[in-house]
């Protein structure tokens, strides 16, 4: 519960950041509000997509191993926007194409992350309860996420500000893979426990 909970906050700030895309678009990418609101709108037309796309995918691939390679691929990209200084990077097929490749995995790890719970040998008498501490814990970021990056944009406006932004949010993205990574290796040895005593019987 407690691995859970951290990969929760972890991908529910990821999810709070796509909220400063428009922002990022506008004082960086020169664009007007008109044309970064519909940038966005089309990366929202996104979600029904990469939500299905998780779910079918976590199927085949279990949810912790697909949610530790969005966070690697969330890293990845956090790490571009945080490392690439453009002048007129709109038109760059790098950035644009980071943008959406790091909308979809946030929103994919926001489909997928409570069905965590069903691998991880919580007793089915307290699935409801344990879902309840999970999302106490894990939507905090709407109390603290925006306060935060506010602070970090105020601080240094500029692309430095959003430089500053995207390393805190790969930071948070690695948070959110170690604890993914250990949480897998626990449920790994939990079926490995199962099946010896299986095998024993």
């Not at 020169?30 to 044309?35: F, G, K, R, V």
């Not at 089915?124 to 939507?139: A, D, E, K, Q, T």
């Not at 602070?151 to 995207?166: H, K, S, T, V, W």
């Amino acid at each position: 519960v407690f691995l859970i909970s951290i990969i929760v906050v972890c991908a529910y700030c990821g999810f709070r950041s796509i909220d400063n895309i428009s922002l990022y678009l506008v004082e960086i990418g020169n664009l007007t509000p008109i044309e970064a609101s519909g940038f966005v709108t089309l990366l929202s037309y996104l979600r029904i997509i990469a939500a299905l796309a998780a779910g079918f995918i976590a199927d085949k691939l279990t949810s912790i191993k697909l949610i530790s390679r969005l966070f690697i691929i969330n890293i990845l990209g956090q790490s571009i926007l945080f490392s690439i200084h453009p002048q007129t990077f709109y038109h760059s097929l790098l950035v644009t194409g980071t943008l959406i490749i790091v909308f979809i995995s946030i929103v994919a790890l926001r489909a997928v992350y409570f069905s965590l719970i069903t691998h991880s040998h919580i007793p089915s008498h307290r699935i409801g309860f344990c879902v309840g501490i999970i999302s106490l814990v894990g939507f905090t970021p709407d109390i603290f996420f925006h306060s935060l990056t506010g602070r970090i944009l105020d601080a240094e406006p500029g692309i430095i500000g959003f430089q500053n932004y995207y390393l805190v949010t790969m930071l948070i993205s690695i948070l959110g893979l170690l604890a993914s990574l250990k949480l897998s290796r626990w449920i790994s040895s939990k079926n490995s426990l199962k099946d010896a005593s299986r095998t024993n019987n």
